[in-house]
């Protein structure tokens, strides 16, 4: 028989001193553990006190805040320029002004505003009340025409301030 080389005989006291770790274990080896005192506990928090809560203002209070415009730092109205807002074509329209223009691939709409406030909304071909005949309607601008007056209405351009306030 051969003898034991040291590699075997490592292993084999490895296996022996961890199967009597494993009896050890089962039998009840360490049975009473010290868990420590249990800690005392927490103070209960008083309840706070009860807030009175004032009433809301009425919302008539706030009319004059939402009358003027946000963002300009004087807060007042964005200067209507006649150039820009279409109104000197507008006036020889009678009383129609370029509100809105709706565009997809298959539509192309131009939405008006007459001086009594009623909506209209025309396509390209449409004929208007008074008259006038939708001939192109662009991102910005309606192409009208009247016997042999041509006119285009822009929609207006709203600016805001130059310049923040920090």
């Given at each position: 028989m051969?003898?034991?080389?040291?590699l075997?005989l490592?292993?084999?006291?490895f296996v022996?001193s961890?199967?009597t770790?494993?009896m050890?274990l089962?039998n009840g080896?360490g049975?009473g553990?010290?868990?420590?005192a249990e800690?005392?506990?927490?103070p209960?928090?008083?309840?706070?006190a009860?807030?009175?809560?004032?009433a809301?203002p009425?919302l008539?209070?706030?009319?004059?805040i939402?009358?003027r415009?946000?963002?300009?730092?004087?807060?007042k109205?964005d200067?209507a320029?006649t150039?820009?807002?279409?109104d000197?074509e507008a006036?020889?329209l009678?009383?129609?002004s370029l509100n809105?223009?709706?565009?997809?691939n298959?539509?192309?709409?131009?939405?008006f505003k007459t001086?009594?406030g009623?909506?209209?909304?025309?396509?390209e071909?449409d004929?208007?009340?008074n008259g006038w005949r939708?001939?192109?309607?662009?991102?910005?601008q309606?192409s009208?025409?009247f016997?042999?007056?041509e006119?285009?209405?822009?929609?207006?351009?709203?600016?805001?301030?130059?310049?923040?306030a920090?």
């Open positions: 051969k003898t034991p080389d040291r075997t490592c292993l084999g006291a022996v961890t199967a770790l494993c050890a089962l080896l049975p553990i010290e868990w420590g800690p005392a506990a927490l209960l928090v008083a309840p706070p009860t807030v009175k809560l004032e809301a009425e008539s209070s706030h009319a004059g939402w009358q415009p946000l963002f300009n730092r004087d807060r109205p200067p320029d150039a820009t807002t279409g000197h006036q020889s009678a009383g129609l809105g223009i709706a565009l997809s298959a539509l192309r709409k131009a939405l001086a009594d009623k909506s209209l909304s025309f396509a071909g004929v208007l009340p939708v001939d192109r309607i662009t991102a910005t309606v009208l025409s016997q042999s007056r006119q285009e209405l822009s929609l207006p351009v709203l600016k805001l301030p130059t310049t923040a920090h």
